[in-house]
């Protein structure tokens, strides 16, 4: 009965190589969102999709492509991974977009040696 | 700069104990204040929102306090328990190209000992 669920919950792997997170929520939400929380534990922004339509877009590097296949999915796609791309990794959901309460999944660390 | 800053960054109390935390911003145009609680290794989980024209609200243990004209609030926990230890994040929501942007203080990190 999770909520919002991310795969994995940890990732390590080395330069250069591809790797994918995947999220999905059972809440019946419209809109879902893609967290980054660096070392110094802040979370900002990467992403956001309302209805498997992109709405918030936050300077991310375009080696970061999110997909939605259906709105209660939210995939992060990474190429040639990079040292400071290690951080952990949170998916969201809300109802709707604007100032709904947000759900976060349990995070995926991800790690880049 | 739109910016959320927590104090104190860390703190440590007894068990049963009261305790206050502190947020101020300059996020603008302002729309929600929220704060978070974040268990070790789990995601963050919603405690309040508060709206411009809310300057207090509880849930069960939790009083937050907003004051919208100094960008100050405050999140007060009362009769602590063990399970409080967690990293509490203000959050303030501003307005802007059409949609809300959460931007996240670093935490104050509580432990709370026996």
């Known amino acids: 009965d999770t909520a919002v669920s991310q795969t994995p919950k940890y990732l390590v792997t080395q330069m250069g190589n591809d790797k994918s997170i995947k999220c999905e929520q059972n809440?019946?939400?419209?809109?879902m969102y893609w967290y980054k929380q660096d070392s110094k534990k802040f979370l900002k922004i990467m992403f956001s999709?309302?209805?498997?339509?992109?709405?918030i877009n936050e300077t991310v590097p375009n080696r970061f492509s999110p997909k939605s296949p259906d709105k209660a999915h939210l995939n992060l796609h990474i190429n040639s991974l990079e040292l400071g791309d290690s951080a952990v990794y949170f998916c969201?959901?809300?109802?709707?977009?604007?100032?709904?309460?947000?759900?976060f999944g349990p995070g995926t660390r991800l790690t880049v040696t | 700069k739109n910016q959320v800053e927590q104090s104190p960054q860390s703190l440590i109390i007894l068990e049963g104990k009261n305790c206050t935390l502190q947020c101020n911003y300059t996020v603008s145009p302002f729309s929600n204040l929220r704060w978070y609680k974040q268990d070790t290794g789990r995601g963050p989980v919603s405690l309040t929102i508060?709206?411009?024209?809310?300057n207090t609200k509880s849930n069960g243990r939790y009083t937050a306090t907003l004051d919208a004209d100094t960008k100050q609030s405050s999140l007060h926990i009362t009769a602590s328990q063990l399970s409080d230890s967690a990293s509490y994040i203000c959050?303030?929501?501003?307005?802007?190209?059409?949609?809300?942007?959460?931007?996240f203080g670093a935490g104050t990190r509580l432990a709370v000992h026996p």
């Open positions: 959050v303030v929501s501003r307005l802007g190209g059409g949609y809300n942007k959460l931007i």
């Open positions: 809440l019946g939400h419209d809109t």
């Open positions: 969201a959901s809300s109802p709707h977009q604007g100032a709904y309460e947000q759900y």
């Open positions: 508060m709206t411009f024209s809310e």
């Open positions: 999709y309302n209805n498997k339509e992109l709405i």
